[in-house]
């Protein structure tokens, strides 16, 4: 097999998403994947793009100085979980063969010119890592997972090899469901910490108007255990451009004379949108939930997709006061909307723009 970096095709330029209704609740909102949304069809769990290199970079500093809050594993069942990691390994090759490419030992990262060997239940576990194809990042990447042990190996080995972050669901047919596993070095404003070992209710409790997703808890476990796979997104306007979002970071602001121009404001903005997938592994009592961030300049963005002009100022418009508090958007939506509005004549902002009506939804 040729796996040389230098010789692999070059990655597509970023695809980032939009959201597919054009009012905004806090709901479910899941969607079949394998159907087209905002006209693509979506059907991957995994999308590489040109700034592969550049997440990588940014996990990889994760790790190397925070990685107890951004690889967090239940240590109860490694085998089970490494299973359900190996199963991820087999998305990420079918989705991206350039990223991950499943032998019958192991599996090749030929992005990151490692191969992780898995020929024993031990290193099924806890894979022995090889450089295959030496280089400034692989290298740093196989050092870093060489200093890890049993499952977290395997974990930050898929997890530096994609651009989205996973997670890892267990449940039972009816038992308290459990994050028991967090990949996720790029959160939007949350501690995975906070998170790990708790369960869908207690993790979504923090959000504001949350009666209906919280009541249908059951429901979207099962769901992301059991069904599917799903896609769902997740949008959000905010100052900083980091991909990291860690609630720690200084917030970025604006001086009172720049927040009373709407120009300067969408100048400094940034459109930050998820991208999450669910893959069910019923036989693991396991499901998967990945989460991919894409940050943007919002002048940039809409300059290009003009159409989001409108459908952006129905999101922003449609969100409740506590919605907007909880998102940190409150000071951000009124000048956005003069902005977005002076652009573009919001007549024309009725309806659900471009979006292509999704097929059946799984919840709400
Ligand atoms: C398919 C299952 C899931 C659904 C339907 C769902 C739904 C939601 C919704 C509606 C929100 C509010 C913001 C938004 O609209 O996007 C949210 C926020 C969030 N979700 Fe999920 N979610 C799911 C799975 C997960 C999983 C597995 C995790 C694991 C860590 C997670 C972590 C979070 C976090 C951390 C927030 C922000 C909460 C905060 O501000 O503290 N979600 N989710």
């Given amino acids: 097999m040729h796996h040389d970096v230098s010789q692999l095709p070059p990655l597509p330029p970023p695809t980032p998403p939009f959201m597919v209704r054009d009012r905004f609740t806090i709901s479910a909102d899941l969607f079949p994947l394998g159907a087209e949304y905002n006209g693509v069809v979506e059907s991957a769990h995994f999308v590489a793009d040109d700034r592969w290199d550049t997440y990588l970079a940014h996990k990889l500093n994760m790790l190397e100085q925070a990685s107890g809050r951004a690889s967090l594993h239940l240590d109860d069942d490694p085998a089970g979980l490494a299973e359900a990691y190996w199963r991820v390994a087999g998305l990420l090759a079918a989705d991206e063969p350039t990223l991950a490419v499943m032998l019958d030992d192991g599996v ?217 508090e909880y998102k940190g958007i409150a000071r951000l939506a009124p000048p956005l909307l003069v902005w977005l509005g002076a652009h573009q004549g919001m007549g024309e902002a009725a309806g659900d723009g471009e979006a292509v009506a999704p097929g059946s939804e799984a919840s709400q």
């Fill in 108 to 324: 090749m990262l030929p992005r990151l010119g490692l191969r992780l060997r898995a020929d024993s239940p031990g290193a099924r576990i806890e894979p022995e890592v090889i450089v295959e194809h030496p280089g400034p990042m692989g290298d740093r990447a196989a050092a870093w997972l060489e200093g890890r042990s049993g499952v977290a190996r395997l974990a930050d080995a898929i997890a530096l090899a994609c651009q989205e972050d996973l997670v890892i669901m267990r449940g039972g047919a009816d038992g308290p469901d459990v994050a028991e596993s967090l990949q996720v070095c790029l959160p939007s404003g949350w501690d995975p910490r906070e998170k790990f070992g708790t369960g869908f209710r207690a993790i979504h409790e923090p959000i504001a108007d949350n009666a209906r997703l919280l009541g249908s808890s059951a429901n979207v476990m099962k769901a992301l255990l059991t069904k599917g796979p799903y896609i769902r997104y997740s949008w959000s306007v905010t100052l900083h451009d980091k991909l990291d979002g860690h609630p720690e970071l200084p917030r970025a602001t604006l001086t009172e004379e720049e927040w009373a121009d709407p120009e300067t404001v969408a100048a400094r903005t940034f459109i930050r949108m998820e991208r999450q997938t669910t893959c069910p592994m019923p036989d693991l009592g396991r499901g998967l939930f990945t989460i991919r961030v894409h940050v943007d300049p919002l002048v940039e963005r809409m300059e290009r997709q003009p159409g989001l002009r409108p459908r952006l100022a129905n999101l922003i418009a449609s969100t409740a006061p506590e919605v907007r």
